[in-house]
């Protein structure tokens, strides 16, 4: 199994740019999230989904959007990038939301600029 | 609200000793679940330990244990026998399973280095 991937690991963006982080997990999870990374912080969670067709805002949704066609799949969209969004991008999936852990992706390194 | 405090931004410990990491939480959760994650230097999130809100028992992972303190809303991770591939960041998170919906919730952090 490759776990959870994420591409791309870097990329660098204009000012009002947008892009599309891809998450892919191959263990059938029904839940996948969204996290991102500020320096010298813990992670904050952007969106989630409890599955296919469902997804739900995290304590930063603003300037994001998701959207969640497969169990496998869920994309992050950033619209019109602004400085601000420059951090690590975690996705994660789990089994459930209880009791058993998340399994994180490698991350992606954005910097708008 | 919940939230998760780690008040100790870095840490020394020499090879082969013990060394505690403090985490606090606050919830008005009656049921959760405190976990513990380590970021090395290359970046990814790696699960090491959980522990349930109504587990009697202290959870241990290998060299990992976490001792849980429910009335003073404490979880601190005890590393054993420290190695050199300890040294990262080590976050402590919270995941209520009441009004919070269930949402895990991450500390600032602990930068851990092991001295040789």
Sequence with gaps: NAGVTQTPKFRI??????MTLQCAQDMNHNYMYWYRQD???????IYYSVGAGITDKGEVPNGYNVSRSTTEDFPLRLELAAPSQTSVYFCASSFDRGTYEQYF????????? | AQKITQTQPGMFVQEKEAVTLDCTYDTSDQSYGLFWYKQPSSGEMIFLIYQGSYDEQNATEGRY?????KARKSANL???ASQLGDSAMYFCAMRGYGGSQGNLIFGKGTKLSVKP
């Design chain 1, 13 to 18: 963006l204009k000012i009002g740019q947008s």
């Design chain 1, 39 to 45: 320096p010298g912080m813990g992670l904050k969670l």
């Design chain 1, 105 to 113: 992706g490698p991350g992606t390194r954005l910097t708008v600029t």
């Design chain 2, 65 to 69: 244990s976490l001792n849980f303190q």
């Design chain 2, 78 to 80: 005890v590393i054993s």
